[in-house]
C-alpha cells in the first residue's frame, strides 16, 4: 500500500509570495500526523491548498491522494474522494440550514461511494446519533449555517461534519484555536472516536494543547515554508517547552524530512 | 410608437365611448382621464420616476383595449398547488367563481348609481392626472369594481389576473378598490398570468382603504407573466391601527414595473413591503415605493431581495417621506441585490425626505456577488459549484418570504422561487 497523501516538493504562492517553499509529506492511512509551527510558517496554506483554494498558486511540486493528483481535482471531487478540511473559520452561510447542506453534502458524498441518498427522516436519525456523540444541542440542525455560532460551537460543528460525511483523510486547521478545556476534550473525543486502520489525519496546530487528547503518531515542524523537522509525540513537548524560537536561531537548517528519506 | 399608441387609444376610446351606455360621472372620470393621458404622454427616461426604465419596448405594439367576448375561464396552469382563484380579472372583466363568505363585489357604476359613500368611488388614491398609466386604466378599465371585506377570511382569497393576447396584441386594465373593514383581517393574493402568442400589457390599479385596526395581507405573485409587460399601481390608506403586508414576487415578465404607494393616515398604522425579484435575460424589473408617514407613531419596514443575472435590470426607488407631525415614526428600507453578470444591471435609489423630529429611520442598498468563501465552504464539503451556486442564490433572496402568513404560501412561494433558480428543492426540503 503507498501513502494515502503524498506530497512531493510542494511549492505554493499566494499574491505572487511564496508561502510553501517544497514540502514532502506521506501521510499512511492508519496515522495521525501533527503539523505545528510559528504563525506565519504555511500551515494554513497547506491546508486551503489540499482542499482546492483556488486563490493559492502552485509553482512546483505534485500532491497524490490515494493515487490520483489531487492538484487537478475541484474542491468538491476532493470531497466526493474522501478528503475533508475542518475550516479553521468556519463560514457563515444565512439562509440555508444545516439540515439542508449537511444532507446534500452527505448525498453528494454517499453518491460517490455508490450508497444510495438518505431520504430527509434517515438523515435525521443518523444525523441525531452523531450530535449525541458531541453532547450538541437538538436545534442544531434547523440554525442556518455557521450563523451566530460561538466559535466552540463553530469548532465543534465542524467536527460533527467530519463524523458524519467519515472522510478517508480529514485535515484540522487549527481546531483547537479559541477552545476551552471543555470544549477540546469534545472535539478531541469526536476525532478519536473516528480514528482507524482506513482513515489518517493531519492535526495542524500551533499549541501541543490538542495533542494531549488527540496523540500523533507523527509530528512535523513547519518553519518558513519547509518542514524542518519530523519526530514523534515528544517533539511537540520540546517545542511546549523550548517555543520555536530555537528553530529560528538554527537558521536556514533543514533537516531530512520524511518525503526525503 | 408611443404617439402612434395614444392615437390608437384614442380613436379606440371614441368607439367605445359610442357603444357605451355609461353615463354621468365615471364618464366624465374617464373623458378627463383620457384628456390627461393624451396631454402628457407616457413616461419617457427622462422623467425622474422613469429614468432607469425605458418603456419603448412595451410601446411598440397597438394593443386592443376593448373586453372580450369569452365568456370562458382559462385554464391556465398558474401557481401549483394554489386553489383555482374565486375571482377572475380576464383583461380586466371580472368573473367570478365563488366569493367567500364576508366578502362584497361591487361594479363601481353600481355604486355610482346608488349615490354610495364618495369614498367608494376608484380615484381616491391615485393621481389620474399626473401618472400616465393611472389615467390610461382610468380611461378604459371595462369594469372598476369594489370589493369589500367586511368579515375576516379565513383563507386567502385567490384573484387571477390573466390578460389574453390570443389574436391581436391586447391591454388587460383590471382596476379595483378595496376595502378592508374595521377590525377584520384578511390574505388577498393577485396572481398575474399572460396568455396568448400576441404581446400583452396588463395595467393594473389596485386601490386599499384600511379601515381601523384592519389586518391585510397582499401577495402580488408575478410568476406567469413570461415575456408579457405589466405596470402594477398598488395605493393604500391606513387609518389607525391597520397593517398592511405587501409581498411583490416578481419572477416573470420582460417589463414590470410596481408601485406601491402607502400612506400612514391613523396613528399606530404599519406596513410592511416585501420583494423578492428574479432577473434573467433581458427582464426589467422596477420596484417603486412611497411610504408616507402622515400620522403619528406609525411604523414601516421595506425588504427587497434581487438578483440579477445574464442582462437583466433590476431598478429599485423607494422614497420614505415622513409628513410634519408624524412624531415617532420608524422607517426601515432595505434593498439587497446580488448582479450576478458583467451585463446586469442594478440601480437603487433610496430616498427619504423627513419633516418631523422624533423620527427613527433608516435604509440601505447594497449590491454585490456571491460570497466566494460560502460558496468554497459548500464545494469542500462535496456539493458540485452549480448547485452551491444556486443554494446560495435561493439562500439570499428567499428572506423577504420567511414573513409570509402561513407555512403553506410560503412553501409555495419557496417551490416557485425555486423553480426559477432551477433548484431541486425536494433535495433541499
Known sequence: MGALLQIRNLHVAIEGKEILRGVSLDVYAGEVHA?????????STLAAVLAGREEYEVLEGTVLFDGQNLLEMEPEERARAGLFLAFQYPVEIPGVSMATFLRTALNEVRKARGQEPLDPIQFLSYARERMGWLGMEPDFLQRAVNEGFSGGEKKRGEIFQLLLLEPRLAILDETDSGLDIDALKIVASGVNRMRSPERAFVVITHYQRLL?????????????????????????????????????????????????? | ???????????????????????????????????????????????????Y????????YKYEVAAPASEELPSLSMVQGLPQPQLWLLDGVPRVRELPAGVELCTAERFALNGARRELL????????????????????????????????????????????????????????????????????????HAGANPSMTNAVFELLLQPNAALDVLLWQDGL???????????????????????????????????????????????????TMAAGQRLVDHHTRMEHEAESCSSNQLYKSLAQERATVNFTGRIYVHPGAQRTNAYQ???????????????????????????CTHGAAVGNLDEQALFYLRSRGIPEVQAR????????????????????????????????????????
Do not use: C
Open chain 2, 390 to 429: 444556486k443554494l446560495l442564490l435561493y439562500a439570499f433572496v428567499r428572506e423577504p418570504l420567511e414573513a409570509l402568513p402561513s407555512d403553506a404560501l410560503r412553501e409555495l412561494a419557496e417551490r416557485s422561487l425555486a423553480e426559477h433558480i432551477q433548484l431541486p428543492i425536494e433535495e433541499f426540503a
Open chain 2, 122 to 193: 376608484p380615484g381616491q388614491l391615485v393621481d389620474v392626472e399626473g401618472d400616465a398609466f393611472v389615467a390610461l386604466n382610468t380611461a378604459f378599465a371595462p369594469a372598476p369594481l369594489t370589493l369589500t371585506v367586511r368579515e375576516s377570511l379565513a383563507m386567502p382569497m385567490h384573484i387571477g389576473i390573466v390578460t389574453q393576447a390570443d389574436a391581436a396584441p391586447r391591454l388587460g386594465q383590471p382596476r379595483l378598490l378595496m376595502s378592508i373593514a374595521s377590525g377584520t383581517s384578511a390574505t388577498l393574493i393577485f396572481n398575474f398570468a
Open chain 1, 35 to 43: 503539523i505545528m509551527g510559528p504563525n506565519g510558517s504555511g500551515k
Open chain 2, 226 to 276: 413570461a415575456e408579457a409587460f405589466a405596470v402594477t399601481t398598488l395605493a393604500a390608506r391606513l387609518e389607525s391601527g391597520a397593517r398592511l403586508r405587501v409581498w411583490t414576487l416578481s419572477f416573470s415578465g420582460a417589463l414590470v414595473r410596481n408601485n406601491l404607494y402607502i400612506r400612514l393616515a391613523g396613528s399606530g398604522a404599519d406596513a410592511q413591503l416585501y420583494g423578492v
Open chain 1, 212 to 261: 494531549n487528547y488527540i496523540v500523533p503518531d507523527v509530528v512535523h515542524v513547519l518553519f518558513d515554508g519547509r518542514i524542518v523537522r519530523t519526530g514523534g509525540r515528544e517533539l511537540a513537548l520540546e517545542l511546549e517547552e523550548r517555543g520555536y524560537d530555537w528553530l529560528r536561531s538554527e537558521g536556514e537548517l533543514v533537516l531530512p524530512t520524511l518525503g526525503e528519506q
Open chain 2, 334 to 360: 432595505a434593498h439587497r441585490a446580488l448582479l450576478l453578470s458583467t451585463q446586469a444591471t442594478v440601480n437603487a435609489r433610496p430616498q427619504l425626505e423627513i419633516y418631523a423630529d422624533d423620527v427613527r
Open chain 2, 53 to 60: 426604465t425605458s418603456l419603448a419596448p412595451a410601446l411598440r
Open chain 2, 1 to 51: 410608437m408611443a404617439a402612434e399608441l395614444l392615437e390608437h387609444l384614442r380613436e379606440q376610446f371614441l368607439r367605445l365611448e359610442q357603444a357605451s351606455s355609461q353615463s354621468g360621472e365615471l364618464l366624465q372620470q374617464r373623458r378627463r382621464a383620457l384628456e390627461a393621458l393624451l396631454q402628457r404622454g407616457f413616461p419617457t427616461t427622462r422623467h425622474e420616476d422613469w429614468k
